[in-house]
């Protein structure tokens, strides 16, 4: 029995670990169509929606990376490459290369992924009601540009936001600032 109990605590903490006290989303649903610029203004030119088929999503990323932005998929806490990185510079959206997040928002969350106070700008990530660990309703943040699962928010972070954007590293590339 005690054996049954611990292996269903360590099943379930990678999906606990990463969650919040609140049950109801706050952020408001939204589609990327909702927060991707209009086609008529000058930003939306090198801002194009990506979309690629399966095949070239395939290609493009590793295993672990297409099964956690294409499939909402989560690394495991305390793996990624990301969690602890305290250097200067962007991260980037995987699959589109978009800007995420700054270093400077980031902070130890104490939950094992990357966790951001903000995004880089206001439309660079939507936001999904997501129903999976049914009844908690959490808030999936996706990349605004290629739709890639990137993680959850929550509403227990730090000032001055209060939120908390919890990230997959795998969902993730780090460009340093250049000197």
């Given amino acids: 029995m005690k054996t049954a109990l611990l ?5 379930a ?29 000058p930003e939306s030119a090198s801002e194009q929606r990506v979309v690629r ?7 493009l990323l590793t ?8 499939e909402a998929g989560t690394e495991r806490p305390f793996s990624g490459d990301y969690w602890d990185k305290n250097d200067v510079g962007t991260y980037e959206c995987i699959g589109c290369n978009q800007n995420l997040f700054l270093s400077n928002t980031k ?11 903000e995004p880089a700008t206001e439309g660079a ?10 009844p908690r309703i959490r808030t999936e943040i996706r990349c605004s540009r290629c ?11 730090p000032p001055p936001t209060g939120k908390r954007y919890c990230l997959n590293s795998g969902a993730m590339l780090f460009k340093p600032a250049e000197e």
């Fill in 125 to 134: 990530v939507i936001y999904l009601e997501d129903r999976s660990l049914a």
């Fill in 147 to 157: 739709d890639g699962h990137l993680g959850h928010v929550f509403d227990d972070g």
């Fill in 13 to 41: 903490l990678p999906s606990l670990a990463c969650s919040s006290d609140s049950k109801t989303a706050t952020e408001p649903t939204m589609t990327a169509e909702e927060t991707a610029p209009p086609s008529d203004t």
């Fill in 63 to 70: 295993p672990e990376q297409y099964h956690i932005t294409r």
């Fill in 107 to 117: 902070f130890d969350a104490g939950c094992g992924w990357p966790s951001f106070f």
């Fill in 53 to 59: 088929t399966e095949a070239e999503w395939r290609e």
């Fill in 7 to 11: 292996l269903v605590l360590i099943c």
